[in-house]
């Protein structure tokens, strides 16, 4: 039982499960040996409202990879980067992929681009080109429906718009594979699927996600820049932290490795993306029934003007909502779910 | 499966296994939610010669340990503390065992405190004192060797001076419960020990190493201070990193919780320090194992001249060595080794 190797360069927290805390263990468990650079040392996530610790400088970065590389310890077959605060400290990030992606064409590296999300950027503004340039060096890149746009330049109101952005995603930005989890299925979206994958017995409606994994094709062979494949998932009521940072490990976990493994058409990607969305789903259907369990006081919705007044309020409901990743390891562990698949989209690039 | 909540404060590493990289992935293995403070954040292990990051200044430790406060997030059943850099972040920690001792008295607090080794101290001697003002507020401490000497100063020689030391240990510094791994068998101890805890079918030499677990007895019930177990194990050659903070979170993972946990005899300790000796040193054969196999460049023997004029050969053979702490996860989650037993040492304390 051994996979290899994974740097992971994200977050970390000292209580809960968000950033590297969301994702090394579930890497671990499923047989990697993980090299962790944390980013932020701080308390807990950001959502509690209150949080302390320190940033990593861009030169304490520096001098934890460079001590690596001297040591012949910087040779991961696979990469997995999240948040990264600040464009100095993204720099380094950049200049770890170039050099990784120069020394192996065959590394494996999943880019999360963490950028912001439901139309509000949580980052300086000065790290979006620089994620830019670090798009051509990614195998897969898991962004949200926000961090596409953001990306691309985008504004995705249509089928149509959707092919361009992952249109501009595959070609202009070289990026093998995209995975678009939690896309509100809004009407458009859920008129345009295909029969066998609309969600059975219902209305359109904000209550599904969609997940759409984008594997670009050989263009020599065929038209259609990319195999996609998508599967709608019911949308839990309220907020989980850390759900995107599982989700991206659980996708470079089971994403196999091969000689042409970025560029194998449709099923690699696919496969990888319905395993982890089923143990995503699983892993958050059980922090649910556990925080819905819990006494009243600790699942007070959300309301922005009680939460400001009363910051207990807030950060109870965060500490019951974190997720049940110890609890729920055996989910990680189990070695194929058998309904986890997912739908070719025929047609989807047929104008 | 939830066995409640650990924080953890030790050093963290990048690449290996050592300090937290060594304890947290098994305490989540055997279903402890783990809060993890890192004391440094380095590239590795400084065993490797050179290596590189940064420690956290007891003002960042104090900012992630304040704002866990407010948010109520420092609550933990349990607590481990490892490697802690310097005096003033180890006061932090004092502060902090204080304040969690003080609001929960059953709270079980495994402390190692990491002096030194082999006749070195490799901390500053200014930490000394602090430790000492810990180790009242400590469940379990598993010094090696060198720290019970530097921390009781008491020489070891024998078996009164043993018994001297121990004894400090639990009256005037009040710790209910002490495990020694890894002691050199000399003849001295080979000749004092029961019969039926002797190694078998050989000469008492360095190539076993004894483990000691003593637990504070009821001294208003009898005149003994505490219940002595012990076990030799097989000593392997070579210097192996991180297994000291393996085996420290084993014996928390699997010391029992109850109502007087600390003071309950030897029993609950000997179980712990059992499993632990027994997963620890079968961790170690994996690896040595693994080890072994790796071509004759990756394990040339410790030499020190040599080493100096090539760092490679250090950086190599420290490389060939770490932890196969994931591909031996099974070890690590087995539920109950049969055959790890300590022997009960009678007649200890008689003069």
Redesign the interface.
């Known amino acids: ?2 996979k290899g190797r994974i740097l992971s360069i994200q977050s ?1 927290v ?3 499960y968000v950033g590297g ?1 969301a994702a090394v ?1 579930p890497l ?2 499923l ?8 980013t932020v ?4 996530h950001t959502g ?1 409202g ?5 940033r ?1 400088t861009a030169a ?1 970065l520096t ?6 590389e ?4 910087l040779q991961p077959e696979r990469l997995l980067t999240g948040y990264i605060p600040g464009s100095e400290a993204l720099s380094v990030v950049l200049g770890l992929a170039q050099k990784l992606r120069e020394k192996n064409p065959e590394l494996i590296y999943l880019l999360d681009p963490v950028l912001g999300d439901s139309g509000k950027l949580y980052v300086s503004p000065d790290v979006i080109p620089i994620y830019r340039a670090m798009l051509p060096l990614s195998t897969i890149i898991t962004p949200n429906w926000f961090e596409v746009e953001t990306l691309t330049d985008v504004q995705i109101t249509d089928v149509s718009s959707l092919r361009r952005a992952l249109k501009i995603l595959h070609e202009q930005y070289q990026v093998p594979n995209v995975v678009v989890s939690s896309i509100p299925l809004r009407p458009w979206l859920h008129a345009a699927l295909p029969a066998q994958a609309r969600p059975s017995g219902s209305e359109p409606d904000a209550s599904y996600l969609l997940c759409i994994a984008s594997s670009a094709t050989d263009t020599t062979k065929g038209p259609a820049p990319s195999a996609v494949h998508i599967r709608a998932v019911t949308c839990l009521s309220g907020y989980f932290s850390g759900v995107g940072d599982l989700f991206s490990a659980l996708v470079l976990a089971h994403f196999r490795a091969g000689p042409h493994a970025g560029m194998a058409g449709g099923s690699h990607l696919a496969h990888a993306a319905a395993q982890a969305l089923a143990k995503t789903h699983a892993m958050l259907k059980l922090t649910d029934e556990y925080a819905a369990a819990l006494p009243e006081e600790d699942r007070l919705p959300t309301d922005e003007e009680l939460d400001a007044r009363e910051p ?1 309020r807030k ?2 409901r965060m ?1 019951g909502r974190e997720l049940r ?3 729920g ?1 055996d989910i990680i562990r189990s070695s194929a779910l058998a309904d986890a698949k997912m739908s070719s989209w025929e047609g989807f690039w047929e104008e």
Do not use: I, P, T
Request: charged share 20%.
């Open positions: 039982m051994s970390h000292a209580f809960g805390k263990f671990q468990c047989g990697y040996d993980v090299d962790v650079v944390n040392n701080f308390s807990n509690y209150r949080f302390g610790g320190s990593a304490e001098a934890v990879l460079e001590n690596m001297k040591n012949r310890l207990e950060v109870r500490n990743l110890v609890q390891q």
